[in-house]
């Protein structure tokens, strides 16, 4: 089993910016990437951004690319979320989640997920 838990979300004001963090524990041996998904209320869970533990390839939803970005920190098992030039549609609980296989972005394949995070963008 992997453990994770993320911290960082909050309250900001369109045009800021913000730093999420996940921590993993556990059987992290067995992590081949690490992801952010979020929902927004009413919505379903989507997609964030994507990053291959061993190799740090990365991956974004549209939405976020060019504001977004992903890292990792292999060392202290973390992996973080900066968010630039906030928007009030990026309003969500945003998850962090760790894949076991290759496949990037889709829900179903991340195997372990961590407790989530409200992140407000206000206008």
């Known amino acids: 089993q992997v453990q994770l838990v993320e911290s960082g979300g909050g309250l900001v004001q369109a045009g800021g910016s913000l730093r999420l963090s996940c921590v993993a524990s556990?059987?992290?041996?067995?992590?081949?990437?690490m992801g952010w998904f979020r929902q927004a209320p009413g919505k379903k869970r989507e997609f964030v951004a994507d990053?291959?533990?061993?190799?740090?390839?990365?991956y974004y939803a549209e939405s976020v690319k060019g504001r977004f970005t992903i890292s990792r920190d292999i060392a202290k098992n973390m992996v973080y979320l900066q968010m630039n030039s906030l928007k009030p549609e990026d309003t969500a609980v945003y998850y962090c989640?760790?894949?076991?296989?290759?496949?990037?972005?889709?829900?179903?394949?991340?195997?372990?997920w961590g407790q989530g995070t409200q992140v407000t963008v206000s206008s």
């Open positions: 556990g059987r992290t041996f067995s992590i081949y990437g």
């Open positions: 989640a760790a894949r076991r296989d290759s496949i990037v972005g889709v829900m179903d394949e991340y195997n372990y």
């Open positions: 990053i291959g533990w061993t190799i740090g390839d990365k």
